[in-house]
C-alpha cells in the first residue's frame, strides 16, 4: 500500500503518495483554440502591438506553448509575407492542433474584425454622403497620415539597419516614382541585396533559432494541396460567376503572397493595385477604408473587406477578406514542420532584407500621395502634426486620439 508506514519506533502520521506530476497540458481541442482567439480578436488592438497580448494568453496564462517556442514562431512569421499577427495565431493551432487547429486560430482571430468591418462599410455606403459624416471623413484622413508617418518611422528603424539598406530603399522609391512595376522592384530590390551583401559581415543579421524537433508533415502537406485545390476549385468557380471577383480575389493573393512585414505594408501595395492602376476606389475612399481598419480590433488589413464591400457588397467583403488571408495562412501550415531547414537557409535574410526595404520606399511614396489628398489647408495640416505628435512623441492611445480628431473635426469642417 502506499503512503507512510509504520515502522520499529514511534508511530508516524499517514502520508499519502503525491499526485502523479503532469509534465504537460492536455492539448486543447480545436474548439478551445477558436474560443480563445475569438476573444483576442475581440479586444486586441494596434498592429504588433497584439503580440504581446497573444503571448500572455498562450504562454503564461494558457501554457500551451514555452516561451521559446512561441519566439521561434514569431520569428517565422517575421521572415515571411503576409499579416504578421494572423501567421502568428495560425501557428499556435498549428504546434497545437495541426492543420485544423491553425484554421481555428485564423477563423476566430479574423472573425470579429471581419464582422465590424462590415457593418462599417455598410454604415460608410449608406450614409457617407451626410455632411457631418464628410467633415469627420475630412479631419480624420489627416489622422490616417499621421498613423502612416508613425508605421514609417517604427518601421523604418527596425528595417534600415546599415547603409545597403538605405540604398537599396532610395532606389526602389526612386523607381516607383518612375512608375516600374513594383513585382519588378520589390524582387529587383530583393536580388540587388542578395548581391551587394555576398561576402559581407553584417553585424545585424540574427542568431540561428532553436530548431524544432522532427515533425512527421504527412497530415499538413496532405491538407495543404487540399487547400490549395480549394482555393484553385473557388477561383473558377468565380471567374465563372463574375470576372470582376475573380479579378478582386487573384489581387488580394497576390498582395498576400508579396507582402513582407504586415498590414502596414500590405496597405501601400493594394493601394497601388486597387486605386492607381484599376480605379476601383478614389484615394479618399481607400483614405477612409484605412481608418476603419485602425479603429476595429485585430489586423489590419482587415481593410480588404472595406475594399471587397464597395465593389462588391457582402459577397466581395467576403471573397476579399478570404483570399487576402488564405496566402499566411497557407504559408504557415506549409512551413511549420520544415521550419529549421528555412531558418538555416543564410541566403534568406539579405533577400527578405531588400524586399522590406523596397517596401518602406514604398510606404514612403504612398504617404506623400496620400497626404497630397488629405492635407489640403491649414486645418488639416494641423491635425495631422498633433496627432503624429500624440501618437510618436506621447504615446497617446490610438483610439483616444482618433476620438479627439473626430470630435475636432465636427467642429472646424
Not at 122 to 129: A, C, E, I, K, Q
Request: aromatic share 12%.
Amino acid at each position: 500500500m502506499g503512503g507512510g508506514r509504520v515502522g520499529a519506533g514511534s508511530p508516524r502520521p499517514y502520508i499519502p503518495d503525491p499526485p502523479p506530476i503532469t509534465l504537460f497540458k492536455p492539448m486543447p481541442t480545436a474548439a478551445e483554440i477558436f474560443w480563445v482567439f475569438l476573444h483576442l480578436g475581440v479586444t486586441a488592438y494596434g498592429g504588433l502591438a497584439m503580440i504581446e497580448p497573444i503571448r500572455r494568453r498562450v504562454v503564461d496564462d494558457k501554457k500551451w506553448l514555452g516561451q521559446e517556442e512561441f519566439f521561434d514562431g514569431l520569428a517565422l512569421c517575421q521572415v515571411l509575407p503576409g499579416a504578421t499577427v494572423v501567421q502568428l495565431v495560425t501557428y499556435v493551432g498549428q504546434r497545437l492542433r495541426g492543420p485544423v487547429g491553425a484554421l481555428a486560430g485564423a477563423l476566430g482571430f479574423i472573425l470579429p474584425a471581419f464582422l465590424l468591418m462590415l457593418g462599417l462599410s455598410w454604415l460608410y455606403v449608406r450614409y457617407g454622403g451626410l455632411s457631418p459624416v464628410k467633415a469627420l471623413s475630412h479631419g480624420l484622413n489627416a489622422v490616417v497620415i499621421a498613423l502612416l508617418l508613425q508605421a514609417l518611422w517604427r518601421l523604418g528603424k527596425g528595417v534600415f539597419r546599415h547603409w545597403l539598406d538605405l540604398l537599396v530603399g532610395g532606389m526602389a522609391l526612386l523607381a516607383l516614382w518612375l512608375k516600374v512595376n513594383y513585382l519588378a522592384v520589390f524582387f529587383g530590390a530583393g536580388f540587388f541585396s542578395l548581391a551587394l551583401s555576398a561576402g559581407e559581415n553584417r553585424a545585424d543579421n540574427p542568431p540561428p533559432l532553436a530548431s524544432f524537433g522532427r515533425v512527421s508533415a504527412w497530415r499538413e502537406m496532405r491538407a495543404l494541396m487540399i487547400a490549395l485545390a480549394i482555393c484553385a476549385g473557388a477561383l473558377g468557380v468565380l471567374w465563372y460567376v463574375s470576372p470582376l471577383l475573380a479579378r478582386m480575389a487573384g489581387i488580394m493573393l497576390k498582395v498576400g503572397v508579396i507582402s513582407f512585414g504586415g498590414g502596414y505594408v500590405m496597405i501601400p501595395v493594394l493601394q497601388w493595385d486597387v486605386v492607381d492602376h484599376l480605379k476601383w476606389l478614389t484615394l479618399r475612399q481607400f483614405l477612409d477604408g484605412i481608418l476603419l481598419g485602425f479603429v476595429t480590433p485585430g489586423p489590419l488589413i482587415i481593410l480588404a473587406a472595406f475594399v471587397g464591400y464597395v465593389l462588391s457588397g457582402f459577397t466581395g467583403a467576403a471573397v476579399a477578406t478570404a483570399f487576402i488571408f488564405l496566402p499566411p495562412i497557407l504559408i504557415i501550415v506549409a512551413l511549420t514542420p520544415y521550419y529549421h531547414r528555412v531558418k538555416e537557409a543564410r541566403w534568406m535574410r539579405p533577400l527578405i532584407q531588400g524586399i522590406l526595404a523596397a517596401l518602406m520606399g514604398m510606404l514612403a511614396l504612398v504617404t506623400v500621395q496620400m497626404g497630397e489628398a488629405a492635407i489640403t489647408g491649414w486645418k488639416t495640416f494641423a491635425l495631422m502634426t498633433g496627432a503624429a505628435a500624440a501618437l510618436m512623441v506621447f504615446d497617446i492611445n490610438l483610439l483616444m486620439v482618433i476620438a479627439a480628431a473626430a470630435a475636432l473635426s465636427l467642429v472646424m469642417f
